[in-house]
């Protein structure tokens, strides 16, 4: 059930981004073997400074319910980037966060 948060520069292709990692969460073989749990949304921001200068950068959040150990967030944050990384974002920072949300707090209704 995660939420993968995409922050971005905006000249980078969300559509693009959001596939990406989707595909590597799935391959994380931590959530549902459909991806029907695993959600994806993308911000583009136009204002920005990465360090003094403007560089392109890519950040994603991935929020899971806790009790997952910390190899397997880890793991899935190793995923994540390692797919990013094969598309040939030459130049552009990129990171990653897994953060846990407390499982006795969370509600859902769909």
């Given at each position: 059930m995660p939420h993968c948060v995409i922050e971005h520069s905006d000249n980078l292709d969300a559509d693009s981004l959001v596939e990406q990692v989707f595909k590597a969460a799935l391959a994380s073989a931590l959530f549902e073997?459909?991806?029907?749990d695993i959600k994806v949304r993308a911000q583009g921001f136009k204002s920005y400074l990465t360090g003094p200068a403007k560089a392109d950068f890519i950040h994603v959040t991935?929020?899971?319910?806790?009790?997952?150990t910390a190899e397997q967030k880890s793991t899935l944050a190793d995923v994540i980037i390692a797919g990013l990384a094969k598309s040939g974002y030459?130049?552009?920072s990129m990171t990653v966060d897994v953060v846990d949300m407390?499982?006795?707090?969370y509600r859902k209704v769909i």
């Open positions: 073997p459909d991806g029907s991935v929020k899971i319910l806790s009790g997952r030459a130049g552009v407390d499982r006795a707090s």
